[in-house]
């Protein structure tokens, strides 16, 4: 059975940091590329950023330099640290490999 879970989510103030976790069983994890999105309420859900099974990242524009996507293949297990957050950064952060999605995990950037 396939299961991505996402967590480290939660409420942090503008300019604060969170590391995402996406753990990975029932798929071959290192082969495949992995990806965060996030959608925030009443938008479309969007990619944040991806890395390849050979490490190459991609990110979107709004989240260069500030967030940085990683994988332990060993642990199966793939990161987004996050920095320098945002209240625009405020949204349900998916995990995504192959055809398959986590439940979600929130981020809340609020005062």
């Known amino acids: 059975q396939v299961q991505l879970v996402e967590s480290g989510g939660g409420l942090v103030q503008p300019g604060g940091s969170l590391r995402l976790s996406c753990a990975v069983s029932?798929?071959?994890?290192?082969?495949?590329?992995v990806g965060w999105f996030r959608q925030a309420p009443g938008k479309q859900r969007e990619s944040v950023a991806t890395?390849?099974?050979?490490?190459?990242?991609n990110y979107a524009d709004s989240v260069k330099g500030r967030f940085t996507i990683s994988k332990d293949n060993a642990k199966n297990t793939a990161y987004l640290q996050m920095n320098s957050l945002q209240i625009e950064d405020t949204a349900i952060y998916y995990c995504?490999?192959?055809?398959?999605w986590g439940q979600g995990t929130q981020v809340t950037v609020s005062s």
């Open positions: 995504n490999v192959w055809t398959y």
């Open positions: 029932g798929i071959a994890f290192s082969i495949g590329h």
């Open positions: 890395i390849s099974s050979t490490g190459f990242t």
